[in-house]
């Protein structure tokens, strides 16, 4: 017999993942489309077209050079390297025999299959991005660096490059369903990344990546998500994550970036405006759901968060 997802999500054995709640909030898809295969020396120029990029290494070795990071980076098969906020990347490789040729297929990305990529003695690589909907493009780009590369040879990636074959497989192999498969296979590829990103650093920036992955804080965060609509005292959230009051409230502001009850506020509007995306969703009986004792005061802080009021929010993301 096969359990509710209400059964399974409140069962003892499964874990609570803030994680997932973010990503599906904010719709976040790592999209691969293709790449290339080249041998001998080459360098290649490409602007970027995407906030949020993704170069994948599957064979060869690839030095990743962009504008604002000083040094060239060498990535080696498995290698994933994602490229926030970048203009401009030049890719490298080969075996510095010879001259170099240069590149002239525009961005990795642009192709809908790599080939000739057996790898022998070639350098194949392959670009996608990331995409996300309005609501999350601010979250993940202030929790990225310049660029965030994860190595497949850590001990937190060891997926990485089993996923990236099964990719250049789908890529090349011009079977049926090849485009579902490369889809998720992208999504795959995407969480694998993360997840090896934050294991990997001990430091993340404060926000809400390094708060969704601190230990102490994580049973007042899920009180939060699982609850959004409910009146929250400091003091209860600090008991959740046995702490005390003021530990708790320093400890937050350290890993988010922000007290508690702002990220709780924070959190209610990111819940409101994935609801307002929605035609049949109602101002009022939203408000109230949110905690808020009258759609008048519900509006008032959704104009000073988003700009604008939620009616008008709900018509602008609907004419995109």
Known sequence: ??????????????????????????????????????????????????????????????????????????????????????????????????????????????????????????????????????????????????????????????????????????????????AFAVRQQGQLLLLEVLRAYIAQNDELPPGWLRLLTDDRLRPAVSLMHDQPGKPWRLEELARAAAMSRTSFAERFRAVAGVPPLTYLNNWRMQLARHALRDDDARVGPLAFRLGYTSESAFSNAFKREVGMSPLRYRASVQNV
Not at 136 to 159: D, F, I
Request: glycine residues 12%; proline residues 7%; hydrophobic residues 40%.
């Open 1 to 178: 017999m096969v359990e509710s997802p209400e059964i399974l999500r409140d069962s003892p054995e499964m874990v609570r993942d803030q994680l997932s709640d973010v990503f599906d909030l904010i719709d976040v898809r790592g999209l691969v489309s293709g790449g290339f295969s080249v041998r001998g020396d080459w360098i290649g120029r490409f602007d970027i077209h995407h906030p949020l990029k993704m170069v994948a290494v599957v064979c060869g070795h690839v030095r990743l050079t962009t504008d604002g990071v000083p040094a060239p980076i060498d990535l080696a098969p498995g290698d994933v390297a994602i490229l926030n906020r970048r203009t401009q990347v030049v890719l490298e490789g080969g075996p510095g025999l010879g001259p170099a040729t240069e590149l002239t297929i525009g961005e990795p990305d642009t192709f809908v299959r790599v080939d000739d990529a057996d790898c022998g003695d070639a350098d194949v690589t392959i670009g996608g991005h990331i995409d996300v909907n309005p609501i999350g493009r601010a979250l993940l780009m202030q929790a990225l660096p310049p660029v965030g590369y994860v190595r497949a040879s850590a001990a937190e990636a060891t997926n990485l490059h089993a996923i990236l074959n099964r990719l250049l497989d789908e890529v090349t192999g011009d079977r049926v369903g090849a």
